[in-house]
């Protein structure tokens, strides 16, 4: 271990973050966004306002496009991925709407994620899957192909099933992660400059 001043440790950051794109069709990440030094993203990601990508994820939109609403957090670890085009079909992309949690280490490929959605850690969404606004899949999930999560359910399980209704206070949760993750990549933001 080598001990390195904060002004050291900021550089290595900055310098690790890791971005590819082969034109102009991505990454797009806006400005008041939270991305990790270490998060990888490559080729067609849009990333909306006060949404954050955590530590080591990987975001790869090489063969259709992944699109991050405003207010969203993909968590530590996660991996989202889209489908590659049948024949002469367009690819599958993956889309997060506003102001959804993805938990830690999440993979989500080829869906869709509505605004004010709730993913749970390790949990996988695959090919054409939705999860519904106030939705949630239970940690350790795996949602296959095609099904929807609807409003105000918890799905859960090995292939995910319904397990039963949320709650008010867990759907009023979901709000509130989302809200607790843009407070925390605000600080991130607001750390000193070295």
Sequence with gaps: ??????????RVWRS???CF??????????????VAPNATIIHRVAVGEESSIWYNCVLRGDVA???????SNIQDGTIIHVARPKNDEEGLDTTI???????????LHACTIEDNAFVGMKACV???ARVKSYGMLA????????????SGELWGGSPAK?????????????????????ETARNMHSLPSF
């Design 1 to 10: 271990w080598i001990p390195m001043s904060m002004r050291g440790l900021r």
């Design 16 to 18: 690790v973050t890791r």
């Design 21 to 34: 794109s082969t034109s102009a069709s991505g990454p797009h990440i806006h400005p008041g966004a939270f």
């Design 65 to 71: 496009s992944i699109r991050i609403g405003k207010r």
């Design 97 to 107: 709407g506003d102001g959804v949690t993805v938990g830690h280490m999440a993979v």
């Design 126 to 128: 695959m090919d054409g």
């Design 139 to 150: 940690a350790g999930s795996l949602l296959t192909p095609g099904k929807v999560v609807e």
């Design 162 to 182: 319904l397990m039963r209704k949320l709650k008010q206070e867990e759907i009023s949760s979901i709000k509130t992660s989302a809200d607790d993750y843009v």
